[in-house]
């Protein structure tokens, strides 16, 4: 099983930046598709960003695209999530997923087999 844990988290102002981490426990982290998804007080969790297994690929949900990037360094087992340019809307639990997403969705967690359990990110205006 796959153990995943997430840290970077933190209080920042409106036009900040951050970087979250997310390491596995496990080499065969490698062959995995990995994403970052946020939920906010009282709404549901979203998708923010995913990338393949060998990074060739990543996807980011419009709300974010231009102001996160998402990388993973496979020797590390670790993936980040580069976030420029906060808003308060960004403020969020952050959560780092795996799945072995071969053909199917990115944008939906149910297609993640494994999760973190998080890390706080606010954003103050």
């Known amino acids: 099983q796959v153990q995943l844990v997430e840290s970077g988290g933190g209080l920042v102002q409106a036009g900040g930046s951050l970087r979250l981490s997310c390491v596995a426990s496990?080499?065969?982290?490698?062959?995995?598709?990995m994403g970052w998804f946020r939920q906010a007080p009282g709404k549901e969790r979203e998708f923010v960003a995913a990338i393949s297994w060998n990074g060739g690929s990543t996807y980011y949900a419009d709300s974010v695209k231009g102001r996160f990037t998402m990388s993973r360094d496979n020797a590390k087992i670790t993936v980040y999530l580069q976030m420029n340019s906060l808003k308060p809307e960004d403020t969020a639990v952050y959560y780092c997923a795996a799945g072995r997403i071969y053909n199917r969705s990115y944008y939906t967690q149910n297609n993640y087999d494994y999760w973190g359990q998080g890390t706080q990110v606010t954003v103050s205006s």
């Open positions: 496990r080499r065969t982290y490698s062959t995995y598709a």
